[in-house]
């Protein structure tokens, strides 16, 4: 049980257009998601903290009108990296926070998605 | 501002062996601690956490770590390695049970 999914997997895109990356709670629902980024050889670094049904916490330094979150239903959240350039080229990862449930206040991550800009 | 260090970024040891994968952390405020692990193609797992209860705290797989307060420590540690343990292992801090910062991870290799 507490499964997360993310769509896709990996991604290429070229300078410019924007992508949207997927993360689904499969198996139980999450008031609150989180969005990280993991350059090379780096840690996963919190990105923004998604609620259902309100705007999303952006962390210092993360633009929010780059990265639009949209936390629509208990089980959806999406990250849209706009006009993205390769310097945005990283692997992000999402984590659903169980609301309820035996295991609670436990954060569940997806698999992560591998976006390259070229 | 909390911070974590895990010191080797690879560490490699023998089946049977005992595994150490050590992290530091800095906080100024009690922590909470984590060790998560991930497999390939695989989103990251608890192992364990600490949260202010005993200070041994025992996770899946064998796996079990102490927290040091003296010494800022929270190192993870198995008995005996197993292949199937050969993975990425992260550690983290968190003030709270949400926001958490993440170490820049450990890769364990398992020679048989």
């Known amino acids: 049980g507490a499964v997360v999914s993310q769509h896709p997997s990996w991604v290429i895109c070229k300078s410019g257009t924007s992508v949207k990356i997927e993360c689904r709670s499969l198996?139980?629902?999450?008031?609150?998601m989180f969005w990280y980024r993991q350059f090379p050889k780096q840690s996963l670094m919190l990105m923004a903290t998604?609620?259902?049904?309100?705007?999303?916490?952006?962390e210092q330094g993360v633009e929010k009108d780059k990265f639009l979150i949209n936390h629509a239903s208990l089980t959806l959240s999406t990250l849209t990296v706009t006009s993205a350039h390769p310097e945005d080229s990283s692997f992000y990862i999402c984590?659903?926070?169980?609301?309820?449930?035996?295991?609670?206040?436990?954060?569940?991550f997806g698999p992560g998605t591998r976006l390259t800009v070229l | 501002a909390q911070s974590v260090t895990q010191l080797g970024s690879h560490v490699s040891v023998s089946e049977g062996a005992l595994v150490l994968l050590r992290c530091n952390y800095s906080s100024s405020v009690p922590p909470y601690l984590f060790w998560y692990v991930q497999y390939p193609n695989q989103g990251l797992q608890l192992l364990l956490k600490?949260?202010?209860?005993?200070?041994l705290v025992k996770g899946i797989n064998g796996f079990e770590a102490e927290f040091k307060k003296s010494e800022t420590s929270f190192h993870l540690t198995k008995p005996s390695a197993h292949m199937g343990d050969a993975a990425e292992y992260c550690c983290a801090v968190s003030d709270r049970l949400e926001k958490l910062t993440f170490g820049t991870g450990t890769r364990l290799t398992i020679i048989p």
């Open positions: 198996d139980f629902q999450a008031t609150t």
């Open positions: 998604s609620n259902e049904g309100s705007k999303a916490t952006y």
């Open positions: 600490y949260t202010s209860a005993a200070t």
């Open positions: 984590s659903a926070w169980t609301s309820g449930g035996p295991r609670y206040n436990e954060q569940f």
